[in-house]
């Protein structure tokens, strides 16, 4: 599903028949920038500039590629195939044990593919849904699930771990798998529990004609709405409605425990999550940090994917040369993905410390990607794992 469209769209708005060069573009920004966050972990806390440029990219970078992905189930359900459904069930299959195979690798990088994979198949029902039911949906299900999180974490399972991937020691005992399905659906890093939101969102934007400048006005106004309530509504409530009074109150209890002064208590406490909040006091769930999962982090942050989705889609009708780049990066995410992830454990093994000064080995990362992708996609199209998972997914739509 990733790097893959089945809707035709005018060739302004196309690289190759099928593709919408605006959702690719978008989709190439969003691995990029996964790829930013996963090489420069060590400039997560650093003042100046480095710091800003990971902040920026630190967690939209993952949400813009769970709505994206909703776009995508959206243009390749648009027909009428009675296989369709089966081709998107081969696809999360494939994408689940890809993602376990690199999460065994990985060596930093929590690996979202396992996620999508459970969250496409979770999408099934909703394909023939309206697009102002699905949106209706998204924003139910943005505010229902992270207090269902929150519920389920502080008085039914208890757990003391955020964060991580299923990789394949999960299915070695029936308490690690269990554990693992408790991982994909609510406390690991990408949980479906809320992230669904996400990819229904992205299952309405599909539905609609982006190629309308009205539509694209609409959804833009829509986005940066969603932006505004989501980071302006967790300010308010934080600052102004006295929320910050009980997080600060458990920063302050923290600090002696970690070592560190209450202000770097603070700062680990709201800065960013592992995929979930804490369970100490429920104004955690008034938080808009990155993977922290709370309906203002949510709604804030999907606002910011429909923003960028809508100037993608401007310029790349308006300068299809010029992003071309992005858009290749884009057609071969699954690919990049892939890559950039195997490309961090070589290094691990045979350069150790390569991530010491983390921006050089961003921006040749980021550069050598851009450079081998645009040439792949020039001289032979389809990325070499888009080829596998389009091969196999077709042939099951087909038996259908």
Same mark, same amino acid.
């Given at each position: 599903m990733i790097g893959t469209t089945g809707a035709t769209s005018s060739p302004a708005t196309t690289v190759r028949p099928g593709r919408v060069a605006g959702v690719d573009m978008a989709r190439g920004l969003a691995v990029i920038g996964m790829i930013v966050v996963h090489v420069a972990a060590a400039a997560a806390m650093s003042p100046g500039p480095g710091g800003a440029v990971f902040e920026v990219f630190a967690g939209r970078s993952a949400v813009l590629f769970a709505v994206l992905a909703g776009v995508s189930l959206a243009?390749?359900?648009?027909?009428?195939?009675?296989?369709?459904?089966?081709?998107?069930?081969?696809?999360?299959?494939?994408?689940?044990?890809?993602?376990?195979?690199?999460?065994?690798?990985?060596?930093?990088?929590?690996?979202?593919?396992? !996620?999508?994979?459970?969250?496409?198949?979770?999408a099934l029902p909703f394909l023939r849904v309206r697009p102002a039911v699905l949106f209706a949906w998204a924003i139910g299900w943005a505010v229902v699930g992270p207090l269902a999180s929150f519920w389920l974490r502080s008085t039914v399972v208890h757990g003391n771990t955020l964060g991580g991937a299923v990789t394949a020691s999960d299915?070695?005992?029936?308490?690690?798998?269990?554990?693992?399905? /408790?991982?994909?659906?609510?406390?690991?890093? !990408?949980?479906?529990?809320? $992230?669904?939101?996400?990819?229904?969102?992205?299952?309405?934007?599909?539905?609609?004609?982006?190629?309308?400048?009205a539509v694209r006005a609409r959804l833009l106004v829509a986005g940066l709405a969603a932006v505004a309530l989501g980071y302006g509504g967790s300010w308010f409530a934080l600052e102004v409605l006295g929320g910050a009074r009980p997080l600060q109150a458990v920063a302050d209890a923290m600090a002696p425990r970690l070592g560190v002064p209450p202000d770097i208590a603070w700062e680990l406490m709201t800065g960013s999550g592992l995929g979930a909040t804490g369970t100490l006091?429920?104004? !955690?769930? /008034?938080?808009?940090?990155?993977?922290?999962?709370?309906?203002?982090?949510?709604?804030?942050s999907g606002g910011v994917a429909v923003v960028v989705l809508v100037a993608c889609l401007v310029l790349a009708r308006r300068w299809p040369r010029?992003?071309?780049?992005?858009?290749?990066?884009?057609?071969?995410?699954?690919?990049? !993905?892939?890559?950039?992830?195997?490309?961090?454990?070589?290094?691990?093994?045979?350069?150790?410390? $390569?991530?010491?000064?983390?921006?050089?080995s961003t921006i040749a990362f980021v550069v050598v990607t851009l450079v081998l992708a645009t040439a792949w996609r020039l001289l032979a199209g389809r990325g070499p794992l888009e080829r596998v998972v389009h091969a196999l997914s077709t042939r099951a739509g087909a038996a259908a």
């Open positions: 243009l390749l359900s648009r027909g009428t195939s009675a296989g369709v459904r089966r081709r998107i069930a081969v696809r999360a299959a494939l994408l689940f044990v890809l993602g376990v195979g690199l999460a065994e690798i990985s060596t930093g990088p929590m690996i979202i593919l396992s !996620y999508y994979a459970v969250m496409f198949v979770l299915f070695t005992s029936w308490p690690a798998a269990g554990a693992a399905g /408790l991982r994909l659906l609510l406390d690991g890093a !990408y949980p479906v529990l809320t $992230w669904m939101p996400f990819v229904l969102a992205g299952l309405a934007v599909g539905r609609l004609d982006l190629r309308a400048a006091t429920p104004a !955690y769930l /008034l938080l808009d940090a990155p993977h922290t999962g709370t309906p203002f982090e949510i709604v804030g010029a992003v071309f780049p992005l858009v290749a990066a884009g057609a071969l995410a699954l690919t990049v !993905y892939a890559a950039h992830v195997g490309g961090m454990a070589l290094l691990t093994v045979a350069a150790p410390g $390569w991530q010491a000064d983390p921006w050089p």
